[in-house]
């Protein structure tokens, strides 16, 4: 009953821009931790950015400097702002939220993943 959708992906240069969105719907009373991973073709999903309710950040060291991730209590929304993309950025980028269900329980959401192509 908990949805999250992915916006913002594509093709672009290395050393362009692309903005991501996700947008968590549903049933669900609240939402703790967002954060957006990605995964390469062959590789392990990483954690990219996380953001606390409060505000807090943390990124992954290659992408420091680089991303930034913020968020939007009242639209439910992340976002990852990726700037200087280098061609090791292209994965798929997906985003994860811990919601707290009607019954007061809370359990992480994902989403289903937008592609990110950097070409060099």
């Known amino acids: 009953q908990v949805q999250l959708v992915e916006s913002g992906g594509g093709l672009v240069q290395a050393g362009g821009s692309l903005g991501l969105s996700c947008v968590v719907s549903?049933?669900?009373?609240?939402?703790?931790?967002m954060s957006w991973h990605r995964q390469a073709a062959g590789m392990q999903r990483e954690l990219v950015a996380g953001?606390?309710?409060?505000?807090?950040?943390n990124y992954e060291d290659s992408v420091k400097g680089r991303f930034t991730i913020s968020r939007n209590n009242i639209k439910n929304t992340v976002y990852l702002q990726m700037n200087s993309l280098k061609p090791e950025d292209t994965a798929v980028y997906y985003c994860?939220?811990?919601?707290?269900?009607?019954?007061?329980?809370?359990?992480?959401?994902w989403g289903q993943g937008t592609q990110v192509t950097v070409s060099s």
């Open positions: 994860k939220a811990r919601a707290v269900a009607l019954d007061g329980s809370s359990r992480d959401y």
């Open positions: 549903g049933r669900f009373l609240g939402i703790y931790d």
């Open positions: 953001i606390s309710r409060g505000g807090t950040t």
